[in-house]
């Protein structure tokens, strides 16, 4: 707990201010007034607010250093706690087709929560450690911390900003190639939603993309890019197997060449919104309901402020308002999905689901619809499992195996996942051995062993955000100090260059971009490119904390570096395994990129390595599509 002390200080002939900042600062605001406090303090909430701040040559402290490992677990627990049960009590209300709206959100509610109290809790820590006469406050949280500086006795000036806290897929990310030039756009949920009808009619009509209700024994494929699967879906039409593609937030067509997979594959894609019209006027009474019992749960102040507090202070009527809209919003379009899945189900035979990203809003809601109608969900292992026992508090929300799951089976990559998941009793008969189809090209890829070209490929991450201390402005700060020191270290040697390919998330890409800008907008940065093709073309391959994008690279038997942030990644398989070069400290990366470039006999041995653990971890490699089609069909 952390506890306010008694306000003991001497009073001050010049006055000394706390200075709070959060992402959405009016900055003229904040330098003319940092003028009327020489005595002062300031103190950023978040990374952007931090680069900003060191961006105009202001003297700050990282609010977030004010925590220690118990503050970031006791906020761990408040997340998860409020996520699991802030809704309890209105169970019945919220309940629709016997589906819990908020259960539909875990995932993205406790992604939410998990910065939110991390703020509060650091907030109320830098007003517990600092004696100020006045707090001025660029943040979200004035109401919060105007209770604190009342019991306290100090005086607060707050300004309001911009930016509201959102979801994570409150924004849609779509990016294709135009003319080569590649074009990137992120647009609100809303707007995506307006431009996605219209097109998703015209070439459905155009191209005779309709699924016919009479086909029979049909397998729909949730969320699947067929640029990423496109081995899987041809296999589908090798095989005779009859499958739907519905795509609820990125479109299945994206540009000409998945135009081309798809028409070639003679993949159906689903429009829901062809069934609204048997539907409309009962969606529309159901969401009126369900407004109208957001507003009243709302109200109920009381419950909520329980939830939302630190020690005594709540911070509930900071984020009230942002997160009804949430709410509504959200569980709208649950409740229309709902409707229009049940029309679906219905008038089209449905044999199975299968399904890679199962904490999903809309993938709940179809896997759950499904069971209705008792069709069979499989979910396919879509990244390598992260299996330290750091993660395993959190498996609920990001539906992994220490957590019971939703879908009955699972098809994962190889006997290293399957031996993981039966570690957390889960059931032989439900964990299939498919391999992984998305990666059947980069097997099959024709390209040089060990190619010495000099392209040394960067991928790159970023801040988690699974539990709070990986969320941090110093999470991030430790990824940012990794990439300036590759380039300086690439930069330095003969005939190497270095390509940056950013993480697909919109955050983390404009994040990357920033910092490469700011060290040298040279650097090339690539995105809208299949990853295989440009792990290809590298002769060596830099990630962090073994992504996913590790075994991409050792499939193509490339030699990896992964840089450790964060002491975790020690306890992974791979690196255990020893089938990446683990770099856990910054001052050694010149000496190990060095050796990975030039001394042959190491890069040898970790190769060795390396495939010795990718034959344990991926069975059927380059043929999963095969293998996986097979097990569905077997089901049918």
């Known amino acids: 707990m952390i506890m306010i002390g008694k306000n003991g200080r001497k009073q001050s002939k010049m006055c000394k201010a706390i200075f709070l900042v959060e992402n959405g600062t009016n900055f003229s605001k904040l330098e003319n007034k940092i003028k009327e406090f020489p005595r002062h303090t300031i103190y950023s909430l978040d990374y952007e607010s931090h680069k900003l701040l060191k961006e105009k040559k202001i003297a700050h402290k990282v609010g977030e250093d004010e925590l220690t490992s118990v503050d970031f677990e006791a906020i761990d627990s408040s997340s998860i706690n409020c996520a699991k049960n802030c809704f309890q009590s209105y169970k019945e209300i919220l309940t629709f087709e016997n589906i819990l709206l908020p259960e539909l959100l875990d995932h993205e509610l406790f992604h939410f929560l998990t910065p939110q109290f991390l703020k509060a809790y650091v907030i109320l820590k830098i007003l517990e450690n600092e004696e100020a006469e006045i707090i001025i406050d660029f943040t979200n949280f004035g109401d919060y911390i105007k209770k604190i500086t009342s019991f306290k006795k100090n005086k607060h000036i707050h300004f309001v900003i911009t930016k509201n806290p959102d979801l994570y897929h409150d924004n849609i990310r779509i990016g294709f190639n135009f003319a080569k030039i590649p074009v990137n756009l992120k647009l609100s ?12 009619k015209f070439t459905s009509e155009i191209y005779n993309l309709t699924p016919n209700p009479i086909i029979k024994k049909n397998i729909l494929l949730l969320s699947f890019d067929p640029l990423q699967y496109e081995e899987m879906l041809m296999e589908f039409k090798k095989k005779n197997v009859n499958f739907l593609l519905l795509n609820l937030r990125k479109p299945a067509i994206t540009n000409k060449k998945s135009l081309e997979i798809v028409k070639n594959s003679k993949s159906k894609i689903v429009d829901l919104d062809k069934f609204s019209e048997y539907v409309e006027s009962d969606i529309l009474f159901a969401v009126k309901r369900l407004e109208d019992a957001v507003k009243i749960i709302f109200d109920d102040d009381l419950s909520f402020e329980k939830l939302f507090s630190i020690d005594k202070f709540s911070f509930w009527s900071s984020i009230k308002n942002s997160f009804r809209k949430i709410c509504i919003s959200r569980f709208s379009e649950s409740i229309q999905r709902i409707y229009l ?10 044999s199975e689901i299968l399904q890679w990203a199962e904490a999903g809003q809309e993938e709940k809601e179809c896997v759950l619809v499904g069971k209705q109608f008792k069709i069979p969900s499989f979910m396919l292992q879509h990244s390598r499992y992260q299996n330290s026992k750091k993660w395993d508090k959190f498996a609920y929300f990001l539906s992994s195996f220490p957590s019971p799951l939703l879908s009955e089976k699972q098809i994962v990559w190889g006997e290293i996942t399957k031996q993981y998941a039966l570690s957390y ?4 008969a439900n964990i299939l051995i498919g391999g992984s189809p998305r990666h059947d090209k980069f097997f099959n890829h024709t390209h040089t062993k060990n190619k010495k070209n000099g392209i040394i490929l960067l991928a790159t991450t970023g801040m988690m955000s699974n539990s709070a201390d990986t969320c941090t402005t110093g999470s991030q700060i430790k990824f940012d100090e990794y990439i300036k020191e590759i380039y300086r270290i690439v930069k330095s040697l003969p005939e190497k260059k270095l390509i940056v390919k950013p993480h697909p998330s919109p955050v983390l890409t404009k994040l990357t971009e920033n910092l490469i800008n700011e060290i040298d907008p040279s650097i090339t940065i690539i995105k809208n490119v299949e990853l295989h093709e440009l792990i290809s073309d590298c002769e060596l391959f830099i990630t962090f904390n073994n992504s996913t994008t590790t075994v991409d690279a050792i499939s193509m038997n490339k030699p990896v570096i992964s840089l450790q942030t964060e002491s975790w990644t020690n306890e ?5 395994m020893g089938a990446v070069l683990s770099v856990s400290k910054i001052k050694d990366c010149e000496k190990e990129l060095k050796k990975i470039l030039y001394d042959d006999n190491f890069r040898k041995k970790l190769m060795e390595k390396s495939n010795f653990f990718l034959h344990k971890y991926m069975s059927n490699q380059g043929k999963a599509s095969e293998s996986i089609v097979t097990i569905l069909k077997k089901y049918i």
Do not use: M
């Open 189 to 200: 949920r809303k707007t995506f939603s307006r431009i996605k009808k219209p097109i998703q």
């Open 341 to 350: 899945l049940n029309q679906l189900f219905t008038k089209f035979d449905i």
């Open 425 to 428: 009793n889960h059931s032989t």
């Open 572 to 576: 992974d398989d791979v690196t255990r």
